[in-house]
């Protein structure tokens, strides 16, 4: 009886020790990923642990964009986030050790496919994108006028910044720019503002206000991306 009795204990001790040894770690962070805007994302976002049907951990603590969670077993995982554009993000993870860098890009789109203006031009059609930005120490004001003519896309660029004006006929990878850019603008209509500096945007089709965004976010910064990657420099 000693003997199993001794023996039992050896196994319940191996099996509390192997459980313990099983148990895993994630550590992560929430980041920008965009070119020219890349690093931890700073902003108050719920982060939730999911694994199957059943929510682990409603609201991960997040210190300056990072995040640590200890004491998960072996499995199948789900980080699920809202994006800056107010699109939920499921990122999947199989936890079969410590996860090191785990990157939740918040600024990443999921693309809605909705028709653009620009999409919709026909031969002359013209189009006007206005854009200010107003701050405590700004008040930014540029724009960039879009014409068809035949089946070539010409567009000018202005900004009171430097007063001074591009053109330049667009190609393709430029109008998917802009395709990309109408749809993560019209997406910005249900972001909360909170931020001392605000954008405003306005299309203009065939002389009259088709669509009006405010962002008030800091977080999008959509139209000095899109300047920069088709006419370069700032705004």
Known sequence: MKIISSLLLILISFSLQSSSQDLFTIKGRL??????????????????????????????????????????????????????FNQEVKKSLLVMGNLQEVICCTDSFIDTKRPTFIEKMSAGSKIMLSF????????????????????????????????????????????????????????????????????????????KSVLSVTDGSCDWNGYLLLTKEIFGGEI
């Open 31 to 84: 980041s920008t990923c965009r070119p020219y805007r890349a690093g931890n994302d700073f902003g108050e976002r719920q982060l939730s642990l999911i694994k199957g049907k059943d929510t682990i951990i409603k609201n991960i603590k997040i210190s300056m964009g990072e995040f640590v969670v200890p004491g998960l077993q072996p499995g199948q995982y789900t980080l699920r986030f809202l994006n800056i």
């Open 132 to 207: 200010e930005s107003l701050g405590c120490f700004h008040d930014v004001k540029s724009s960039i006028d879009i014409e068809k003519k035949n089946s070539k896309l010409i567009a000018s660029f202005y900004s009171s910044r430097d007063n001074k004006k591009k053109t330049k006929v667009l190609a393709k990878h430029d109008i998917e720019a802009l395709i990309l850019f109408e749809r993560q603008l019209f997406q910005m209509k249900n972001v909360r503002e909170d931020c001392t500096t605000v954008d405003y945007y306005t299309y203009t089709v065939a002389g």
